[in-house]
């Protein structure tokens, strides 16, 4: 089905994740992204999400693009060139649960894609697929950081992966290059000053003060990534679904300050861009000038 990797863990309580998460919320640093707070005790036990849940099995699916936004446009995050994966990598999950339970028979379980309370880094970190690095996005030294992680979690038990190590030894890249310094400490990003909060979660006005800081980014921020060595061995995705929107990659930044409702609506209807919708995308774009 064209994912990159898998890794399994016995489903059960995120044990050094709950001071972590802890902290992180009682500092703020969810920002105003509110429903990190929603359902603490689930986001650590899938257990308590899902009914006899027994087994997380984790996937990786890449989506490095082929083809590149004009480096005179705006800048947008490499995840949303093509089409939103929250139902392309979805009905990719649910065909695989099929292909279970046709080998194995009766099984039970969610498929989850970003979309429900569920530290989808932590389990694959803790399965085996690569290691949470200091800009706190799961790396791997095969294929580096760009790619979506999945969850099945299943009433299955099955055999159980290992955590691998960490390889960002004394690299700083990602803290050095942070427009924002948002990454307080290694493997700490404070979410509130993250240029993609601002650009996709935030609903209020930017800060003033962040004026000329965001480096053209108008949706989400790939910094932390691009500046990555792991990165270097990012390849190509051969998803049809996820290649780059050819309006996108037509658009000078004439174009974005000029784009009207009823054309953002028609060229981004499949697109992860809905998310910051209309009003926040222009007033990004507006904040750019
Ligand atoms: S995504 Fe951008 S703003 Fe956010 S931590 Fe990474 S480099 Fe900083
Ligand atoms: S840039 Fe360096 S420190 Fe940051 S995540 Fe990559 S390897 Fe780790």
Same mark, same amino acid.
């Given at each position: ?48 999400? =899902? ?6 099995? #984790?996937?990786?699916?890449? /989506? %490095?693009?082929?083809?590149?936004? $004009? ?112 990454? =307080? ?6 979410? #509130?000053?993250?240029?993609? /909060? %601002?650009?996709?979660?935030?609903? $209020? ?85």
């Amino acid at each position: 089905m064209g994912f990159l990797s898998c890794g399994i863990s016995k489903a059960g309580y995120l044990e050094n994740e709950a001071p972590r998460l802890e902290d992180w919320l009682n500092n703020n640093q969810n920002g105003q992204m509110s429903y990190m707070e929603n359902h603490f005790d689930k986001r650590l036990d899938p257990t308590l999400l =899902v009914d006899d849940a027994k087994s997380v099995v #984790s996937l990786l699916f890449n /989506y %490095y693009p082929k083809d590149f936004l $004009d480096s005179d446009s705006y800048k947008i995050a490499k995840y949303a060139y093509g089409e939103d994966y929250h139902y392309v990598v979805k009905d990719k999950l649910k065909e695989f649960l099929f292909s279970i339970q046709n080998e194995i028979g009766e099984v039970s379980g969610r498929a989850f894609v970003d979309s429900a309370p569920v530290l989808e880094k932590a389990w694959a970190a803790k399965s085996g697929l690569g290691w949470i690095g200091k800009n706190s996005n799961l790396l791997t030294q095969k294929v580096g950081s760009f790619y979506f992680i999945a969850e099945l979690i299943i009433d299955l038990e099955l055999e159980y992966d290992f955590a691998t190590t960490d390889h960002c030894g004394t690299c700083t890249a990602c803290i050095d290059a942070c427009p924002t310094q948002a990454i =307080v400490a290694p493997y700490v990003v404070d979410g #509130s000053k993250c240029i993609s /909060y %601002y650009t996709i979660e935030l609903k $209020d006005n930017i800060p003033a003060e962040l004026k000329g800081k965001f480096d053209d980014w108008a949706f989400g921020c790939d910094v932390c990534q691009d500046v990555c060595p792991w990165n270097k061995f990012s390849t190509a995705h051969n998803e049809p679904l996820f290649e780059t929107n050819p309006n996108l990659l037509a658009m000078s930044k004439k174009d974005w300050t000029e784009i009207t409702e009823e054309t953002f609506r028609i060229v981004f209807k499949n697109s992860p861009l809905k998310r910051a919708k209309y009003k926040g995308i222009t007033r990004n774009i507006n904040f750019l000038q």
